[in-house]
């Protein structure tokens, strides 16, 4: 079965620094998102991309973040300089507009800043 | 996307029918309902979708009543595995997923 990988699973990073976040959807999806967990809190919404750009974005994906689809398969998420707060699960997800757009979501990447 | 309201949290014995309610009174008339559900830190998992008729697939049955005010995600045969917070999601499709606080259903040996 298909499913939304994402790499890497931990990320350490120390605060100020770039960190490039990796997915590859599910192929044939056409929509993908990203969405970030603080722990003990709600998943939110950071940003939705299709047809090579972004469709929506939540006040949080301000201009430290960015988003990319370099290559037919993956799908990036940077944040330019990483704050304390940045530290959270990143969830990929992927939907298919031609079966009611359910969205498919990777495991995730746990950054942590320090 | 409408408003849903869901209990905090159910407990459900092992074995049995885990019935969980959603309240979406606001609901647009082509806006689905979305289930989805998160076990411990793991990614969002679709469990199942609908918009006026029930709805049943491999994991879980979707009964939506006739006002389409509330509707119920119902897991036949509970195991361990579904111990989870459910999120009942309010979507027309292809947006974003609006996620609230959900159900931590606790599933009892």
């Known amino acids: 079965e298909p499913e939304v990988t994402q790499t890497p699973s931990h990320q350490v990073t120390q605060m100020g620094q770039e960190v490039i976040l990796r997915c590859v959807p599910i192929?044939?999806?056409?929509?993908f998102y990203w969405y970030r967990q603080i722990l003990g809190q709600k998943v939110e919404f950071l940003v939705s991309?299709?047809?090579?750009?972004?469709?929506?974005k939540s006040e949080i994906f301000d201009d430290q973040f960015s988003v990319e689809r370099p290559d037919g398969s993956n799908f990036t998420l940077k944040i330019r300089s990483t704050k304390l707060e940045d530290s959270a699960m990143y969830f990929c997800?992927?939907?298919?507009?031609?079966?009611?757009?359910?969205?498919?979501f990777g495991p995730g990447t746990r950054l942590t800043v320090t | 996307d409408a408003k849903t309201t869901q209990p905090t949290s159910m407990d459900c014995a092992e074995g049995r029918a885990a019935n969980l309610p959603c309240n979406h009174s606001t609901i647009s008339g082509n806006e689905y309902v979305y289930w989805y559900r998160q076990i411990h830190s793991q990614g969002p998992q679709y469990i199942i979708h609908?918009?006026?008729n029930n709805e049943t697939n491999e994991m879980a049955s979707l009964i939506i009543t006739e006002d389409r005010k509330s509707s119920t995600l119902i897991l036949p045969h509970a195991t361990l595995r579904d111990t989870a917070v459910y999120y009942c999601?309010?979507?027309?499709?292809?947006?974003?997923?609006?996620f609230g606080t959900g159900t931590r259903l606790t599933i009892i040996p």
């Open positions: 609908g918009l006026k």
């Open positions: 192929s044939n999806h056409l929509y």
């Open positions: 999601i309010g979507n027309f499709g292809n947006e974003k997923l609006t």
């Open positions: 991309f299709y047809n090579n750009e972004i469709s929506e």
């Open positions: 997800a992927s939907s298919d507009p031609t079966s009611d757009y359910e969205q498919y």
